[in-house]
């Protein structure tokens, strides 16, 4: 499924970057037990692919693992970092206090190039689920030289209470992509978002119950 140039970059990324390394606490100030070991899979520890990957090739064992690694490295370029917990976005697979949330993958069933990324936050209430959910899509589409993915579909799993809007706010983002090849950069909707390092003032109509 992955191309020499991802392997390349896999092991590069391996050997220079420390997993989930910033000027940030890794671990929420909880100790390492808590975390599954990086490279690792452990199915009872990950959400359950649902309604947004069914059908699809869904990606298990080291296929998953592949992609996860390449996501933790941009997630730690592009700062989409989980502020709650205080650590990349990509280590809340490997969280065992959590192991409902997290991302799981899927190859799209008529489009090989296309991959689907579906996100289950940790509460249903998740107030930085929409900021975390588009820096996650413009990380993954915005270094796309970086995997073999033409295009990485985003959603938020209906358990969140504001899925609908959170996923049309996704659908926007991705029609603008596809449409002029570049990831948008303008806000979309009117009000504050949080949750990723460094973004540039991104703003959302998505309202927080907090």
Not at 45 to 62: I, K
Not at 165 to 184: H, K
Request: aromatic share 10%.
């Amino acid at each position: 499924m992955f191309g020499k140039s991802y392997w390349a970059i896999r092991d590069i990324a391996r050997t220079t970057m420390n997993p989930f390394s910033s000027g940030r606490s890794t671990d929420g100030g909880d100790s390492e037990g808590s975390f599954d070991a990086p490279g690792s899979f452990v199915p009872d520890h990950v959400p359950d692919p649902g309604a947004f990957l069914e059908g699809h090739d869904v990606l298990e064992g080291e296929e998953h693992v592949a992609f996860h690694d390449v996501t933790r490295d941009l997630f730690e370029e592009r700062g989409v970092y989980d502020a709650t917990f205080g650590y990349n976005l990509a280590r809340l697979n490997l969280d065992r206090r959590h192991p409902e949330a997290g991302y799981r993958y899927a190859v799209d069933a008529d489009d090989p190039t296309v991959l689907r990324a579906e996100f289950s936050p940790t509460t249903e209430f998740c107030p930085q689920a929409d900021a975390l959910v588009k820096g996650s899509f413009r990380a993954w589409n915005g270094l796309s030289d970086r995997h073999e993915y033409d295009l990485v579909r985003v959603r938020v799993r209906p358990s969140h209470h504001q899925s609908e809007s959170l996923n049309g706010t996704l659908e926007s983002l991705e029609a603008q992509y596809l449409e002029s090849g570049e990831v948008p950069t303008e806000p979309v909707g009117s009000g504050p978002g949080t949750g990723a390092k460094g973004e540039d003032g991104d703003e959302t109509s998505v309202q927080s119950p907090f």
